[in-house]
C-alpha cells in the first residue's frame, strides 16, 4: 500500500508535474493535489473524455483497451491513465527547465 | 303554505285585529261607516290579515343586516343561470408523471346524475335473448303464446267490463294484464310455481331514501425516481460474454475441484482483496502514470535511443562515438559501487544491477536493483542484502529468477515475483558455501531430475554446483583450483592441496560442459565439468588478477581476458599464446563481446573510458575511447552489451548505472560486395574471424 503512496509522491516531485488527480469510476475525485476548483473541473471532463476515448477504442477491437491517453497542448500535457476502477490524471509540463 | 297560513295567522289577528280595529277606528274616529264597517270588517279582516302579513314582513329587520346607500340599493346585481354542478369540485389536482409535477386538471366534470336504474330489457333478436329463449325451451314458447293469447282475452273482457270504471283502473288492469301475462309465462315454464291472481296482483315498490353520493379519493405520493441511462455497444456485449464464460470456467472448476472449502476461502480472500485499501488498487495506473512522466521528461533521450544516428560517422572510417543516453541511479545505492550487471533474457527493457562493495576494508550491505529503460529514475525492484552483492545472474528460462553471490561467500536465489526481501533459496554455512567472496554466479541448463541449477566460483578457490531442491540448495564441487601440480604433504599423510582464488568463469556456448576459470593469480584454466580433479589446459595469462574471461559469441574457439595488468587478450583456447593483446593503460574492469558481431567486443578501465574495438575493422587500435563518467576517478567495474538494441550499459563504483547508445561504425557488419546485403548469422561471423585469424596466426601445426 505505501508503495503506492511513494510512488504517487515520486511522481508529484518529479520535473515539470503540476498536480496529480485519482478519480473514481464515477468521476468523483478521491485524491488530488491541485485546488479543489481544478480538481473537479478536470474529473468532471477528462472522465467523460477518457470513457469516450475508451469507448473508441474497445468498439474498434473489442478485446482491446486503453492503456493511456495524452493530451498535449500548448502550455502542458495532460495525461490519464485509466483503469477498471479508477482513472489518474497527471498534469505535467514536459518542457520545464 | 297559504291555506295553512291563513288558520294559524287567523289566532294572532284575532288578538291584534281586535286591537288594531280599537285603534284603528280610534283613529279615524268611527264616522258610521256601518256598512262600510261591516265590508271593512270582512275587508278589513282580510286586509288586517294582510296588513298584519305585510307588517309583520316589513317591520322584522335583521340585526347583521348590511347597510347600503340609496344608490347601492339601486345597483343591479346580474344572476346567470349555468349548468354546473355545484357539488363538482372546482380544482383538481393530479400528478402528471410524463411532466413530473403536480397539474391542475383543466375541465372537471359537471356532469350530476341523480338517479340510475339499470334496465334488463333484451332485444330479442340479440344472443342472450335467443339463449334465453332456447334455455326456456321453443315448446314454452308456444304455451307462452296462449298464454298470451288468453291475458289478452281476459283482458278484453275486462276492459269491456270495466268500460265504466275509472281510466286509471283499465291502465291499471292493462298493468296487471301485462303483469300478468309476463307473469303467467314464466309460471308456464316452470309448471311448479304457484299462478299468481293476475286480477288481484299488484306490485308495490318503493324507494329508499338515497343518501348522497360522495366521491372521495387519495393520491399516494409519487414514487421517487433515479435516472438510468446505459449504451450497448460492441464491447460492453463482448464484456459480458467474457464474464459469462469466466463464470462457467469457474463452476466447471469449482465441479472438478475437491477442495470445496478451499474455494470458499478464496471467496473470502478474494472479497477482502476487493475491499480491501482503495490506494493499492490504483498501482497499476500509478505505474502506467509514472512512466509516462518520465517518458515526457526523458523525451529527447528516448528519441535518441530509437532513432539518433551519429550521422559524422559517414566521414570517419575508423572511429565510432558512444552517445549517452540514460543514467540509472538509487539514492541509497550511492554509496555503493556496482558489482555487476544483467539484461533480463525475457524482457528487453529489463536490467539487474548488484551493488555492493570491493573494497575489503569498508564492507556493508547490499542492494539489488531492477530498473527498466521504461522508468528510469526509479528501479522496478530493490531489494536490500545484509552483505554486498558481488555477482548476480538470471534464469535465462524463467525470468523471475535471479541467482546471488554475496560477499560473504554464500549465495542465494531470489524470486522477483514473490514479495519477498529474502531469497527465496539461501545456502547455509553448513550447505557448503564458500569461504571467500563469490565472484561469479552462471545459470546452467536444468539438470536430468528437471531441477535447476546454477554454478559459482569463489575466492577460496571452489567451483560450486548448486542445485534447487524442493527449499534447498544443494551445493556439489565441481573442481577444486589448485596452485600446485604436486600436492604438498600435510601432517596426516594426507595430501593438502593450496587453493588459488577464481575470480571470474564462463561458460561455453556451444559446449556445454567447457568452461573457463580465471584466477587472481592471473591464469586461465581451461575445464570440464566432467573432470574434477584436474583441467584440462592452463593459460598463463596474465600478471595479475584475471577480472574476466568470455567466450566468443559466435566463434567456438576463441575468448577473452581482461586483467587488473591493464591488458586485454584474444585467446584461441588451442594455443598457448595470446592472439591479441591490447594495453589499455588502466586496470581494465571488464570485457565484453558485442552480440551482433564476432569482431567486436568492448572494455572497461577503472580511469573512466569505455573502449570499443572491431577487430575487423582495426586490429591494433580501439575505435572508441571514451570517457563516460561525469566525475574524475570514478572507476567503471562492469559493461553488458544489450543484447536487443545496440546499446551498451556501464557501471561504476559509485552506483550509478550509464547507458549508451553505438554509433553505427561500431556495429559494423562488413559487407561483402557492393550493393549485396550482408548475410547476417553465425556462420558468417564465424567466418570472418576465421578470416582475420589466418592473417594472425602463425601457420598452425598439422594437428591442429
Same mark, same amino acid.
Given at each position: 500500500?505505501?508503495?503506492?503512496?511513494?510512488?504517487?509522491?515520486?511522481?508529484?516531485?518529479?520535473?515539470?508535474?503540476?498536480?496529480?488527480?485519482?478519480?473514481?469510476?464515477?468521476?468523483?475525485?478521491?485524491?488530488?493535489?491541485?485546488?479543489?476548483?481544478?480538481?473537479?473541473?478536470?474529473?468532471?471532463?477528462?472522465?467523460?473524455?477518457?470513457?469516450?476515448?475508451?469507448?473508441?477504442?474497445?468498439?474498434?477491437?473489442?478485446?482491446?483497451?486503453?492503456?493511456?491517453?495524452?493530451?498535449?497542448?500548448?502550455?502542458?500535457?495532460?495525461?490519464?491513465?485509466?483503469?477498471?476502477?479508477?482513472?489518474?490524471?497527471?498534469?505535467?509540463?514536459?518542457?520545464?527547465? | 303554505?297559504?291555506?295553512?297560513?291563513?288558520?294559524?295567522?287567523?289566532?294572532?289577528?284575532?288578538?291584534?285585529?281586535?286591537?288594531?280595529?280599537?285603534?284603528?277606528?280610534?283613529?279615524?274616529?268611527?264616522?258610521?261607516?256601518?256598512?262600510?264597517?261591516?265590508?271593512?270588517?270582512?275587508?278589513?279582516?282580510?286586509?288586517?290579515?294582510?296588513?298584519?302579513?305585510?307588517?309583520?314582513?316589513?317591520?322584522?329587520?335583521? =340585526?347583521?343586516?348590511?347597510?347600503?346607500?340609496?344608490?347601492?340599493?339601486?345597483?343591479?346585481?346580474?344572476?346567470?343561470?349555468?349548468?354546473?354542478?355545484?357539488?363538482?369540485?372546482?380544482?383538481?389536482?393530479?400528478?402528471?408523471?410524463?411532466?413530473?409535477?403536480?397539474?391542475?386538471?383543466?375541465?372537471?366534470?359537471?356532469?350530476?346524475?341523480?338517479?340510475?336504474?339499470?334496465?334488463?330489457?333484451?332485444?330479442?333478436?340479440?344472443?342472450?335473448?335467443?339463449?334465453?329463449?332456447?334455455?326456456?325451451?321453443?315448446?314454452?314458447?308456444?304455451?307462452?303464446?296462449?298464454? /298470451?293469447?288468453?291475458?289478452?282475452?281476459?283482458?278484453?273482457?275486462?276492459?269491456?267490463?270495466?268500460?265504466?270504471?275509472?281510466?286509471?283502473?283499465?291502465?291499471?288492469?292493462?298493468?296487471?294484464?301485462?303483469?300478468?301475462?309476463?307473469?303467467?309465462?314464466?309460471?308456464?315454464?316452470?309448471?311448479?310455481?304457484?299462478?299468481?291472481?293476475?286480477?288481484?296482483?299488484?306490485?308495490?315498490?318503493?324507494?329508499?331514501?338515497?343518501?348522497?353520493?360522495?366521491?372521495?379519493?387519495?393520491?399516494?405520493?409519487?414514487?421517487?425516481?433515479?435516472?438510468?441511462?446505459?449504451?450497448?455497444?460492441?464491447?460492453?456485449?463482448?464484456?459480458?460474454?467474457?464474464?459469462?464464460?469466466?463464470?462457467?470456467?469457474?463452476?466447471?472448476?469449482?465441479?472438478?475441484?475437491?477442495?470445496?472449502?478451499?474455494?470458499?476461502?478464496?471467496?473470502?480472500?478474494?472479497?477482502?482483496?476487493?475491499?480491501?485499501?482503495?490506494?493499492?488498487?490504483? *498501482?497499476?495506473?500509478?505505474?502506467?502514470?509514472?512512466?509516462?512522466?518520465?517518458?515526457?521528461?526523458?523525451?529527447?533521450?528516448?528519441?535518441?535511443?530509437?532513432?539518433?544516428?551519429?550521422?559524422?560517422?559517414?566521414?570517419?572510417?575508423?572511429?565510432?562515438?558512444?552517445?549517452?543516453?540514460?543514467?540509472?541511479?538509487?539514492?541509497?545505492?550511492?554509496?555503493?559501487?556496482?558489482?555487476?550487471?544483467?539484461?533480463?533474457?525475457?524482457?528487453?527493457?529489463?536490467?539487474?544491477?548488484?551493488?555492493?562493495?570491493?573494497?575489503?576494508?569498508?564492507?556493508?550491505?547490499?542492494?539489488?536493483?531492477?530498473?527498466?529503460?521504461?522508468?528510469?529514475?526509479?528501479?522496478?525492484?530493490?531489494?536490500?542484502?545484509?552483505?554486498?552483492?558481488?555477482?548476480?545472474?538470471?534464469?535465462?528460462?524463467?525470468?523471475?529468477?535471479?541467482?546471488?553471490?554475496?560477499?560473504?561467500?554464500?549465495?542465494?536465489?531470489?524470486?522477483?515475483?514473490?514479495?519477498?526481501?529474502?531469497?527465496?533459496?539461501?545456502?547455509?554455512?553448513?550447505?557448503?558455501?564458500?569461504?571467500?567472496?563469490?565472484?561469479?554466479?552462471?545459470?546452467?541448463?536444468?539438470?536430468?531430475?528437471? !531441477?535447476? !541449477?546454477?554454478?559459482?566460483?569463489?575466492? =577460496?578457490?571452489?567451483?560450486?554446483?548448486?542445485?534447487?531442491?524442493?527449499?534447498?540448495?544443494?551445493?556439489?564441487?565441481?573442481?577444486?583450483?589448485?596452485?600446485?601440480?604436486?600436492?604438498? =604433504?600435510?601432517? =596426516?599423510?594426507?595430501?593438502?592441496?593450496?587453493?588459488?582464488?577464481?575470480?571470474?568463469?564462463?561458460?561455453?556456448?556451444?559446449?556445454?560442459?567447457?568452461?573457463?576459470?580465471?584466477?587472481?593469480?592471473?591464469?586461465?584454466?581451461?575445464?570440464?565439468?566432467?573432470?574434477?580433479?584436474?583441467?584440462?589446459?592452463?593459460?598463463?595469462?596474465?600478471?595479475?588478477?584475471?577480472?574476466?574471461?568470455?567466450?566468443?559469441?559466435?566463434?567456438?574457439?576463441?575468448?577473452?581476458?581482461?586483467?587488473?595488468?591493464?591488458?586485454?587478450?584474444?585467446?584461441?583456447?588451442?594455443?598457448?599464446?595470446?592472439?591479441?593483446?591490447?594495453?589499455?593503460?588502466?586496470?581494465?574492469?571488464?570485457?565484453?563481446?558485442?552480440?551482433?558481431?564476432?569482431?567486436?567486443?568492448?572494455?572497461?578501465?577503472?580511469?573512466?573510458?569505455?573502449? /570499443?574495438?572491431?577487430?575487423?575493422?582495426?586490429?591494433?587500435?580501439?575505435?572508441?575511447?571514451?570517457?563516460?563518467?561525469?566525475?574524475?576517478?570514478?572507476?567503471?567495474?562492469?559493461?553488458?552489451?544489450?543484447?536487443?538494441?545496440?546499446?551498451?550499459?556501464?557501471?561504476?563504483?559509485?552506483?550509478?548505472?550509464?547507458?549508451?547508445?553505438?554509433?553505427?561504425?561500431?556495429?559494423?557488419?562488413?559487407?561483402?560486395?557492393?550493393?549485396?546485403?550482408?548475410?547476417?548469422?553465425?556462420?558468417? *561471423?564465424?567466418?570472418?574471424?576465421?578470416?582475420?585469424?589466418?592473417? /594472425?596466426?602463425?601457420?598452425?601445426?598439422?594437428?591442429?
Amino acid at each position: 500500500m505505501s508503495e503506492v503512496e511513494e510512488m504517487l509522491k515520486r511522481i508529484q516531485g518529479h520535473k515539470g508535474v503540476i498536480g496529480i488527480i485519482v478519480v473514481n469510476s464515477e468521476g468523483i475525485p478521491i485524491r488530488t493535489t491541485l485546488d479543489n476548483s481544478t480538481t473537479v473541473q478536470y474529473a468532471g471532463l477528462i472522465h467523460q473524455l477518457s470513457n469516450k476515448a475508451r469507448s473508441v477504442v474497445r468498439d474498434i477491437d473489442p478485446q482491446n483497451d486503453l492503456t493511456f491517453l495524452r493530451i498535449r497542448s500548448k502550455k502542458h500535457e495532460i495525461m490519464v491513465a485509466p483503469d477498471k476502477e479508477y482513472i489518474l490524471i497527471c498534469i505535467q509540463n514536459p518542457s520545464d527547465n | 303554505m297559504p291555506v295553512a297560513a291563513k288558520p294559524a295567522l287567523k289566532k294572532p289577528v284575532d288578538t291584534m285585529s281586535s286591537q288594531g280595529l280599537a285603534s284603528k277606528k280610534a283613529s279615524k274616529g268611527g264616522k258610521g261607516k256601518t256598512p262600510r264597517g261591516k265590508d271593512m270588517d270582512d275587508m278589513s279582516e282580510m286586509g288586517e290579515v294582510g296588513d298584519e302579513w305585510m307588517q309583520q314582513k316589513t317591520m322584522v329587520k335583521p =340585526d347583521d343586516q348590511l347597510e347600503l346607500t340609496e344608490q347601492e340599493m339601486k345597483e343591479e346585481f346580474t344572476r346567470i343561470l349555468t349548468a354546473n354542478n355545484p357539488h363538482a369540485p372546482q380544482n383538481i389536482v393530479r400528478f402528471s408523471f410524463k411532466e413530473k409535477v403536480f397539474k391542475q386538471v383543466a375541465s372537471v366534470d359537471q356532469l350530476a346524475i341523480h338517479f340510475t336504474l339499470d334496465g334488463n330489457m333484451l332485444h330479442k333478436d340479440s344472443d342472450e335473448a335467443r339463449r334465453q329463449m332456447a334455455r326456456g325451451g321453443l315448446a314454452e314458447a308456444a304455451p307462452s303464446e296462449p298464454a /298470451v293469447a288468453e291475458g289478452e282475452e281476459k283482458a278484453e273482457p275486462a276492459a269491456e267490463g270495466g268500460e265504466g270504471e275509472a281510466k286509471p283502473e283499465g291502465e291499471g288492469g292493462e298493468a296487471e294484464k301485462e303483469e300478468g301475462a309476463t307473469q303467467t309465462a314464466p309460471a308456464a315454464k316452470d309448471g311448479s310455481k304457484k299462478l299468481t291472481n293476475q286480477f288481484n296482483f299488484s306490485e308495490r315498490a318503493s324507494q329508499t331514501f338515497n343518501n348522497p353520493y360522495r366521491e372521495r379519493g387519495t393520491q399516494t405520493e409519487p414514487p421517487p425516481r433515479v435516472n438510468f441511462s446505459s449504451t450497448a455497444n460492441q464491447w460492453e456485449i463482448y464484456d459480458a460474454y467474457a464474464e459469462d464464460i469466466q463464470r462457467q470456467e469457474k463452476s466447471k472448476e469449482k465441479k472438478g475441484f475437491r477442495g470445496q472449502q478451499e474455494s470458499t476461502s478464496r471467496k473470502k480472500i478474494s472479497a477482502i482483496e476487493s475491499q480491501g485499501d482503495d490506494i493499492s488498487r490504483i *498501482e497499476k495506473p500509478a505505474k502506467i502514470l509514472e512512466r509516462m512522466v518520465n517518458q515526457n521528461t526523458y523525451d529527447d533521450i528516448a528519441q535518441d535511443f530509437k532513432y539518433w544516428e551519429d550521422v559524422s560517422d559517414e566521414y570517419r572510417e575508423q572511429e565510432g562515438t558512444l552517445l549517452p543516453l540514460w543514467k540509472f541511479s538509487y539514492e541509497k545505492s550511492k554509496r555503493l559501487a556496482v558489482t555487476s550487471i544483467c539484461w533480463d533474457p525475457k524482457y528487453r527493457d529489463l536490467l539487474a544491477v548488484g551493488h555492493g562493495s570491493y573494497d575489503f576494508l569498508k564492507q556493508t550491505r547490499g542492494l539489488i536493483c531492477l530498473y527498466s529503460l521504461k522508468n528510469p529514475s526509479f528501479p522496478e525492484f530493490i531489494y536490500n542484502t545484509e552483505t554486498g552483492v558481488m555477482c548476480l545472474d538470471i534464469h535465462p528460462a524463467y525470468p523471475h529468477l535471479v541467482a546471488v553471490g554475496f560477499y560473504d561467500g554464500s549465495v542465494g536465489v531470489f524470486s522477483l515475483t514473490e514479495k519477498l526481501q529474502e531469497p527465496m533459496y539461501k545456502c547455509t554455512a553448513k550447505g557448503g558455501k564458500h569461504t571467500d567472496p563469490v565472484w561469479e554466479v552462471k545459470w546452467q541448463k536444468d539438470d536430468l531430475d528437471n !531441477n535447476m !541449477n546454477f554454478f559459482s566460483i569463489g575466492g =577460496d578457490g571452489r567451483v560450486v554446483s548448486w542445485t534447487l531442491v524442493k527449499n534447498e540448495l544443494l551445493c556439489t564441487d565441481v573442481i577444486l583450483l589448485k596452485l600446485d601440480e604436486s600436492p604438498a =604433504d600435510g601432517a =596426516d599423510g594426507t595430501q593438502l592441496f593450496t587453493l588459488g582464488c577464481g575470480t571470474a568463469f564462463d561458460f561455453h556456448k556451444q559446449t556445454d560442459y567447457l568452461f573457463l576459470v580465471g584466477t587472481e593469480e592471473g591464469k586461465i584454466h581451461k575445464c570440464s565439468k566432467a573432470y574434477s580433479s584436474q583441467f584440462l589446459d592452463t593459460f598463463d595469462a596474465h600478471h595479475m588478477a584475471v577480472h574476466s574471461v568470455r567466450w566468443n559469441t559466435f566463434h567456438p574457439k576463441i575468448f577473452l581476458s581482461c586483467s587488473a595488468d591493464w591488458t586485454v587478450k584474444i585467446w584461441e583456447h588451442t594455443s598457448n599464446m595470446p592472439l591479441f593483446t591490447f594495453d589499455l593503460g588502466s586496470s581494465v574492469g571488464d570485457v565484453a563481446w558485442a552480440p551482433y558481431s564476432s569482431t567486436v567486443f568492448a572494455a572497461v578501465t577503472s580511469d573512466g573510458k569505455v573502449h /570499443v574495438f572491431d577487430l575487423n575493422v582495426n586490429k591494433y587500435e580501439a575505435l572508441c575511447e571514451q570517457v563516460v563518467v561525469t566525475k574524475k576517478k570514478t572507476k567503471l567495474t562492469h559493461i553488458e552489451f544489450n543484447p536487443n538494441y545496440p546499446m551498451i550499459i556501464v557501471g561504476d563504483d559509485r552506483g550509478y548505472v550509464t547507458s549508451l547508445k553505438l554509433s553505427p561504425n561500431l556495429r559494423k557488419i562488413p559487407k561483402e560486395k557492393k550493393g549485396v546485403e550482408a548475410a547476417k548469422g553465425p556462420e558468417v *561471423e564465424i567466418a570472418k574471424m576465421d578470416k582475420l585469424l589466418s592473417l /594472425v596466426r602463425e601457420p598452425p601445426p598439422e594437428k591442429k
